[in-house]
Structure formats: C-alpha cells, structure tokens
C-alpha cells in the first residue's frame, strides 16, 4: 500500500492555508528578529519575497481569495520593506496591493 501526501491529487488544494501559515510564520520570524537589528533585516527579507509568490499562485487560482492574500502579502512586504528604510520598493508593493484590492472588489 503506497503512502500519498495530502494534497498530492490537487497541489493547489491546500495553497490558501499554506499562503495563511507562511503569512503567520514570516511575522512572527520578523517580531523576534527585530530584537537583533544589526541581521535581522537580511535574515527575514527572503521570508517576506517568498511570501508573495505562493499567494501569486493562488491569485491565479483562485482569484476571489487569492487577489486578496496576494495584497496582504504585499503589503506585509511593504511594511517589512518600510521598517527596513526601502522607500521605493516598499511603495511598489503597496501600489499593487491597491490595484489587487481594487480588482478584488468590495468584501
């Protein structure tokens, strides 16, 4: 009898959850972090980049609920990139968030 991993007949099945985890887990890795500020921007950057492509993903999916993750993603990034003084690239994140919201409509 062969083991098969949850979701492993539809990938993108469990892609919300995985984008909602991934969301809780980079803040929390950011909160700690903070408290060593000489690394902790460069040791929590990449967690924010990969948060938004998975949410990238499950825009296309499923672009109700992913239009929206995707914008929370960005603006986590933006606030993270904010914190870290990345001006510009912190206002291109939110300047997408806005045109995701937009696109997702009214909740």
Do not use: K, N
Not at 26 to 33: E, K, L, W
Not at 58 to 85: K, M, N
């Amino acid at each position: 009898m062969l083991l098969s991993f949850p979701g492993a007949e539809d990938p993108t099945r469990h892609l919300a959850d995985l984008v909602g985890l991934h969301r809780v887990l980079t803040i929390r890795c950011a909160v700690h972090g903070e408290r060593h500020r000489c690394q902790y921007a460069e040791d929590v950057r990449h967690l924010f980049d990969e948060g938004v492509e998975p949410a990238r993903r499950l825009a296309q999916h499923d672009p109700a609920e992913g239009t929206r993750e995707l914008a929370r993603s960005l603006i986590d990034r933006s606030t993270f990139r904010t914190a870290a003084f990345q001006y510009g690239p912190a206002f291109d994140d939110f300047r997408e968030a806005l045109s995701c919201l937009r696109e997702a409509g009214p909740t």
